[in-house]
Antibody, heavy 121, light 106 residues
Framework: EVQLVQSGGGLVQPGGSLRLSCAAS????????MTWVRQAPGKGLEWVAN????????YYVDSVKGRFTISRDNARNSLYLQMNSLRAEDTAVYYC??????????????WGQGTLVTVSS | DILLTQSPSSLSASVGDRVTISCRAS??????LNWYQHKPGGAPKLVIY???SLQGGLPSRFSGSGSGTDFILTISSLQPEDFATYYC?????????FGPGTKVEV
């Protein structure tokens, strides 16, 4: 059974840092792109970042470029999101998800349970 | 960046109704369009991928159509478990985006 178990959310002050983790099991983690998606309170889903199987390619939404870093440790079957210079507008539930390509079309087919990040003084 | 718009932003429907949700892309995205269902407190669920392919295990009352810039999600006979917010998503280029969502409510 595919499982993505998230940890690391919480309350942080503006300008602070936080690292989210996502532990994967039930599939060959090193064979899949992975992603982070977030949902701010009362808002819709927002794609945040993708990372290739070996970490050699990373893509970010413009609003987090230069502040957030997606990474992975294939030996530990884990995905991370390092968030620096946090702003109030980064407050959201953050989801990790597996990326599958169906006929070259990327999809998020399995999701973590979500973790809340609150940026507030 | 490729922007997605959805209409309507919300709709009221009853069990058994046929529901259609539209998604329009700001530029050509071929058929690189997915639909997700999201219920409060849970994780989103992939419903349709590649514009018209039904994700495994999901009922055939869900269908998708379109290509290029205009896409439609159809629920042929709404069931109680279908009340949720639906998001389209494009994965045409390296920077993926979601639409703003359509809330389907009673």
């Amino acid at each position: 059974e595919v499982q993505l178990v998230q940890s690391g959310g919480g309350l942080v002050q503006p300008g602070g840092s936080l690292r989210l983790s996502c532990a994967a099991s039930g599939f060959t983690f090193r064979s899949y792109w992975m992603t982070w998606v977030r949902q701010a309170p009362g808002k819709g889903l927002e794609w945040v970042a993708n990372i290739k199987q070996d970490g050699s390619e990373k893509y970010y939404v413009d609003s987090v470029k230069g502040r957030f870093t997606i990474s992975r440790d294939n030996a530990r079957n884990s995905l991370y999101l390092q968030m620096n210079s946090l702003r109030a507008e980064d407050t959201a539930v953050y989801y990790c998800a597996r990326v599958s390509f169906n006929v070259d079309i990327g999809t998020h087919d399995y999701w973590g349970q979500g973790t809340l990040v609150t940026v507030s003084s | 960046d490729i922007l997605l718009t959805q209409s309507p932003s919300s709709l009221s429907a009853s069990v058994g109704d046929r529901v259609t949700i539209s998604c329009r892309a700001s530029q050509y995205i071929d058929t690189f369009l997915n639909w997700y269902q999201h219920k409060p407190g849970g994780a989103p669920k992939l419903v349709i991928y590649g514009t018209s392919s039904l994700q495994g295990g999901l009922p055939s009352r869900f269908s998708g159509s379109g290509s290029g810039t205009d896409f439609i999600l159809t629920i042929s006979s709404l069931q109680p478990e279908d009340f949720a917010t639906y998001y389209c998503q494009q994965t045409y280029n390296s920077l993926w985006t979601f639409g703003p969502g359509t809330k389907v409510e009673v």
